[in-house]
């Protein structure tokens, strides 16, 4: 181990002065840390003492000794490779905030524009036109959409997310993000309203983050509800005192298998459905993370057919008082 080829190098030395063990010898049979000592180097080595008489009082062992340099080498290389890889995610991630933000500058000026020409605040737009400006403008919101979940993505990895915490009050978080899908609702004939047994105390949180995360939720549960479907939203204190928050539809539903996928990022399981409205399949992996800052779960069952159900639930030392 030590390319030394003198057969009387450890001849009649102490065991110590050749082998160096790190830490004490554990009860049982077990392998050690050390060092193999030589005239001008030392080997990282484990150890294994195995006494040849039974009791503490043992005076002669077999020892084995086991190189460690390969094993320190691999770690060593999957160390760099770790390093390496997070070098890597970090520019990834710089790019991509950069790229988010000059994407964003001109396509609001788009968004801009193209509502000035539907509302032809500046004279009246032959019908064609005004289609088309219509189309550019709801296009430009659903890519704006994009980048916004895609770069909320990158700061969910990056664990730059955080939370702008103050006393929320979710219902009328709720009554908003009801009021900005209603026209949507209206148009897919589907009822959407808050059951009026519901509890909503004010709460610790980021209520923009959580205006977010229920309009995601809702969003979800009006696209893949059909005609003459409903979404409701109830909540509970549950027996822990926390506050669960469900979304509940009547619409397509999901198996087991499907639900667990849903929960992963860019996936989009109803592509090839009358429902495909399609996005990029962050809606509720941001929404889960958004639920994990403020303490909380986000909770997904549903059935094949019959709905979905999604949930929030926040822990109890986050509720300030109940109405």
């Known amino acids: 181990m030590i390319g030394v080829d003198d ?18 010898r554990a009860g049982g049979i077990s392998w050690l840390t050390g060092k193999l000592i030589g005239p001008d180097s030392e080997v990282p080595v484990e150890v294994l003492l195995l006494p040849l008489q039974a009791g503490k009082e043992a005076r002669e062992h077999i020892v084995y000794l086991r190189d460690r340099r390969p094993w ?8 760099r490779a770790k390093l390496q890889a997070e070098t890597e995610r970090n520019s990834a991630r710089q790019f991509l905030a950069q790229m988010t933000h000059e994407l964003r500058t001109p396509l609001n000026a788009v968004i801009g524009f193209s509502e000035i020409m ?80 519901c509890i909503f105390p004010l709460v610790v949180g980021d209520e923009t983050k959580l205006k977010q995360l229920f309009l995601n939720l ?45 929960m992963m990022p860019f996936k989009q399981l109803h592509a090839k459905t009358e429902h495909d409205d399609r996005g990029t399949g962050l809606g509720l992996t941001i929404s889960q993370a958004i639920a994990a800052l403020h303490n909380g779960v986000l909770e997904l069952e549903s059935e094949v057919g019959k709905g979905t159900r999604v949930t929030l639930k926040l822990p109890a030392d986050r509720l300030l008082a109940v109405s």
């Open 7 to 24: 057969a009387a190098f450890g001849h009649g030395q102490s065991f110590a002065r050749v082998v160096s063990i790190d830490a004490q």
């Open 72 to 79: 320190l080498e691999r770690e060593e290389t999957l160390h």
């Open 118 to 197: 539907v509302n032809q605040l500046f004279g009246p737009l032959d019908n064609r036109y005004r289609d088309y400006a219509e189309d550019i403008m709801q296009s430009g919101r659903h890519l704006l959409g994009i980048i916004n979940d895609i770069l909320d993505l990158s700061k969910i990895e990056a664990g730059e997310m955080v939370l702008d915490e103050r006393q929320v009050d979710i219902g009328r978080i709720l009554q908003t993000s009801i009021r900005i899908l209603s026209e949507r609702a209206a148009m897919g004939q589907v009822k959407i309203q808050v059951d009026p047994a």
């Open 218 to 262: 809702l969003s979800n549960a009006v696209k893949f509800t059909p005609a003459g479907g409903r979404v409701v939203v109830r909540s509970e204190i549950d027996s822990r005192g926390w506050l669960a928050i469900s979304v509940i539809d009547t619409g397509i539903g999901m198996s087991a298998a499907d639900s667990k996928i849903a």
